[in-house]
């Protein structure tokens, strides 16, 4: 079992960052892969980037690669999404989600979610 609970959502300007967190716990949380996906008002929700058990990151989304980057706090438990140079097309709500052991970039495989958190970035 994982529980994720996500923090640092909120509005900002176009250009500006955000650092999302995702705390995890669990007994299983140590062998999971952790990921961000997006939600778009419309749209389906689409994976963006997941950190390795190796620590490594797979990017999913083209769109991020060069403004977002994953990080974790093995200490704490926490694994990061720092979003720089935010535009109008990254407002959507952001989850992170966890999956024993490997990433992927079906949503189906993920079996542990957070509550997700509202971004909004206006243009």
């Known amino acids: 079992q994982v529980q994720l609970v996500e923090s640092g959502g909120g509005s900002v300007q176009a250009g500006d960052s955000l650092r999302l967190s995702c705390a995890a716990s669990?007994?299983?949380?140590?062998?999971?892969?952790m990921a961000w996906f997006r939600q778009a008002p419309g749209k389906e929700r689409e994976v963006i980037l997941c950190a390795r058990i190796d620590d490594g990151t797979e990017y999913f989304a083209d769109s991020v690669k060069d403004r977002f980057t994953i990080s974790k706090d093995k200490a704490k438990g926490t694994v990061y999404l720092q979003m720089n140079s935010l535009n109008f097309e990254d407002t959507a709500v952001y989850y992170c989600?966890?999956?024993?052991?490997?990433?992927?970039?079906?949503?189906?495989?993920?079996?542990?979610w957070g509550q997700g958190t509202q971004v909004t970035v206006a243009s």
């Open positions: 989600a966890a999956v024993l052991i490997y990433c992927s970039r079906r949503s189906g495989v993920y079996e542990y």
């Open positions: 669990g007994h299983s949380a140590s062998s999971a892969a």
